[in-house]
């Protein structure tokens, strides 16, 4: 079974930089797709970035250029380094992993484990 846990939210100015992390602790499927989702109340929760067993990686089009997602080779800990931050990426970020084939649509749906989240809030 996949088990998940994020850290290093907290807050940041606007233009600031904060990296999150994702620590899988339990089995790992090396063709998984895995990916970070966002959501803030009220709203659904988005798809942000996601990346391949292949490494082929896939963002949306509001964070192309500021945020890059990596994944150390064991395929055990998932990164998410986001630069030159918007209030507007205010959120809980969330680390998934889904099966392989999907995970470039960036939909919930497609991830069928989940971490419990990270805030990450940005002031202007």
């Not at 630069?83 to 969330?94: G, I, Q, R, V």
Request: with cysteine; aromatic share 10%; charged share 20%.
């Amino acid at each position: 079974q996949v088990q998940l846990m994020e850290s290093g939210g907290g807050s940041v100015e606007a233009g600031g930089s904060a990296r999150l992390s994702c620590v899988n602790s339990g089995r790992t499927y090396s063709s998984y797709c895995m990916g970070w989702f966002r959501q803030v109340p009220g709203k659904e929760r988005e798809g942000v970035a996601s990346i391949d067993s292949d490494g082929r990686v896939h963002y949306i089009d509001s964070v192309k250029g500021r945020f890059t997602i990596s994944q150390d080779n064991g395929k055990k800990t998932l990164y998410l380094q986001m630069n030159s931050l918007k209030p507007e990426d205010t959120a809980m970020y969330y680390c998934a992993a889904g099966a392989p084939g999907r995970g470039h649509h960036l939909r919930r749906v497609d991830f069928g484990y989940w971490g419990q989240g990270t805030q990450v809030t940005v002031s202007s």
